[in-house]
């Protein structure tokens, strides 16, 4: 499977992909919003059973799994597309709230929502002098 991690402010380092011939690296958007970030992957043809979201370690991966079958009907006059098997990784920051991550599948795109960590505002607090 290939391994990819991004680079980008929400995560801590970058990593080179591992290329083979049976999985695939899928079309990601990365976008910053107000209160985080959202990574859009195309994930056409994929069940939302067929694909795996852990975090282990600040480390947030993303599986699909796809049964390779042999087409025997489809006489395919041009394909532009297929489903493979892919592994992305991404290492998220300090920055980056674990416990409120969420996912959705819809239309062919897995939309992951990372939000910041809120931030822990304490009162003023007055210091004795003695």
């Not at 990819?4 to 402010?9: A, D, K, W």
């Not at 006059?77 to 416990?99: A, H, N, P, Y």
Request: proline share 5%; net charge neutral; no cysteine.
């Amino acid at each position: 499977m290939n391994k990819v991690q991004f680079y980008h402010p929400f995560m801590k380092r970058p990593d080179v992909p591992n290329f083979n011939g049976t999985s695939q690296i899928p079309p990601t958007n990365i976008f910053k919003s107000d209160d985080g970030y959202v990574l859009e992957i195309a994930v056409p043809g994929f069940k939302k059973e067929e694909i795996d979201i852990s975090l282990k370690d600040s480390k947030l991966s993303i599986k699909g799994k796809s049964e390779v079958t042999e087409e025997v009907e489809a006489k395919f006059v041009q394909r532009g597309f297929t489903k493979k098997s892919f592994d992305l990784s991404f290492g998220l920051s300090e920055q980056i709230d674990q416990e409120t991550i969420d996912a959705k599948i819809e239309n062919g795109v897995l939309k992951i929502t990372l939000r910041y960590k809120a931030e822990v505002k304490s009162a003023p607090k007055n210091i004795l002098i003695q």
